[in-house]
């Protein structure tokens, strides 16, 4: 089946942990985006990447850090920076130069 | 800066009846325009989408419709069934380049009532 693979499913932070979320894809997609989503304020743009070896910040990239060492996979780390980590957070994933996004299910990160 | 206004927040409507969605968006460079659906606990689903040299586009039950002029589309669900409860999300590309990028408008929770 081909589709993206987001984990774990749930995720707790201690105190000035770092914490990195895994998002996998086996679409052969070259463009993967990390979101945030908080309840009534929609989808928010952390980090997104169209190639390998190469990503830019979105709108609230701060107190994150991703890497894209490799085409299948674009993991999230959410710093001790990020004050209020506390979200569900979404991978997806596209072909670079058509707009259709692709999800996967989402991590849900609370703050011990 | 790129910016996409839903409404409303939160919809009900009886089992049969119809539902209607409205977007507006800023960029008027914008032309890609889909609407996601999100069950709860999971990812967001594509269910429709539309481009700006389209003012409508029907698949069964779900129709999209967009005014460029107004920079406004809307996503109408007609008979509406308890399995369409959902958060629903349009969403918009904007005028930066080809990077992908889309503009989320804030979600409406749909309730479908038997």
């Known amino acids: 089946d081909g589709g993206i693979t987001q984990s774990p499913k749930y995720l707790f932070r201690k105190e000035g942990q770092n914490v990195t979320l895994s998002c996998e894809q086996n679409?052969?997609?070259?463009?993967m985006y990390w979101y945030r989503q908080d309840p009534g304020q929609g989808l928010r743009l952390i980090y997104y990447?169209?190639?390998?070896?190469?990503?830019q910040k979105g709108d609230i990239a701060e107190g994150y850090s991703v890497s894209r060492e490799k085409k299948e996979s674009f993991p999230l780390t959410v710093t001790s920076a990020q004050k209020n980590p506390t979200a569900f957070y979404l991978c997806a994933s596209s072909i670079v130069g058509r707009d259709i996004q692709y999800f996967g299910a989402g991590t849900r990160l609370s703050v011990l | 800066g790129e910016n996409v206004e839903q409404h409303p927040s939160t919809l009900s409507v009886q089992e049969g009846d119809s539902a209607v969605i409205k977007c507006t968006y800023s960029d008027s460079a914008s032309n890609y325009f889909p609407w996601y659906k999100q069950e709860l606990g999971k990812g967001p689903q594509l269910i429709i989408d539309i481009r700006s040299n389209v003012g409508e586009k029907k698949d069964q039950r779900i129709a999209v419709t967009l005014n460029k002029t107004a920079k406004h589309f809307s996503l109408h669900i007609t008979e509406t069934q308890p399995e369409d409860s959902a958060v629903y999300f349009c969403?918009?590309?904007?005028?930066?380049?080809?990077?992908?990028?889309?503009?989320f408008g804030q979600g409406t929770t749909l309730q479908v009532k038997p």
């Open positions: 969403a918009a590309s904007p005028r930066s380049g080809n990077t992908g990028k889309l503009i």
């Open positions: 990447s169209q190639i390998v070896n190469d990503f």
């Open positions: 679409l052969n997609h070259d463009a």
